[in-house]
């Protein structure tokens, strides 16, 4: 019995690592369709949201199958447990992601962020690719010195997001209200993505050492 429980634990990890993965690539594809009010690469990323959807629920059936047929105890539910809330986060990942396509997309042909704050997004959207690749890895490798590396990256999301609302709120800002509202919520989408990333490696962090992490 704890063999097949090791097993199944081993391919819900497997299948989280995807999601974050998956989440970084849809971020990746996202932050093009911004930069480049391409309205083809934000349709796909929209189209694919649905398949990502369908290996979220995948996981969570993993993960509740665990709990009712390997009566897993001890750490082992501690882990189970960890890893629902990994798919969770992961998943928010996506849909975030989503959002930032599903912007590009209403703002089409026009371009959803003004020229002067496009150097943000482009920060922000490497941040967020290099992270979600990141931390589809550290859920591989349950590596907690690479998943407490994490914390620098974030920190240099929520930088650049501090940065990015002073230029909106600067009375200099000629965009207009719908620009502002746009670059607000798109500026929260990539920060809110780094914070869910961050969120798992404090996870893998805890399973790893038993101490939670900072």
């Not at 429980?5 to 970084?24: E, F, P, V, W």
């Not at 105890?73 to 447990?81: I, K, P």
């Not at 890893?83 to 590009?104: E, S, Y």
């Not at 907690?144 to 709120?169: E, G, I, N, Q, Y």
């Amino acid at each position: 019995m704890r063999t097949a429980y090791h097993h199944q634990l081993d391919a819900l990890k497997r299948g989280i690592g995807d999601l974050c993965g998956l989440s970084g690539a849809a971020m990746q594809r996202a932050t093009q369709a911004l930069l480049e009010a391409d309205i083809g690469v934000a349709e796909a990323v929209i189209s694919q949201h649905e398949s990502f959807l369908a290996a979220v629920g995948q996981a969570e059936t993993d993960a509740f199958n665990l709990l009712a047929l390997q009566a897993p105890v001890a750490t082992e539910l501690r882990a189970v447990f960890a890893n629902l809330q990994n798919v969770a986060d992961a998943d928010r990942m996506g849909a975030l992601a989503l959002h930032v396509a599903q912007i590009a997309r209403r703002r089409h042909p026009a371009h959803a962020i003004p020229d002067d704050v496009t150097g943000y997004f482009a920060e922000m959207g490497r941040i967020a690719v290099r992270t979600g690749g990141e931390i589809r890895d550290i859920v591989l490798s349950s590596d907690p010195d690479r998943a407490a590396t994490l914390a620098d990256k974030d920190d240099a999301m929520d930088d650049l997001h501090r940065r990015l609302f002073s230029v909106v709120m600067d009375p200099e800002w000629r965009h207009g209200v719908a620009a502002a509202v746009d670059v607000t919520l798109l500026g929260r989408y990539y920060e809110r993505f780094a914070d869910h990333a961050v969120q798992i490696g404090r996870r893998v962090i805890f399973q790893a050492t038993g101490t939670p992490a900072a």
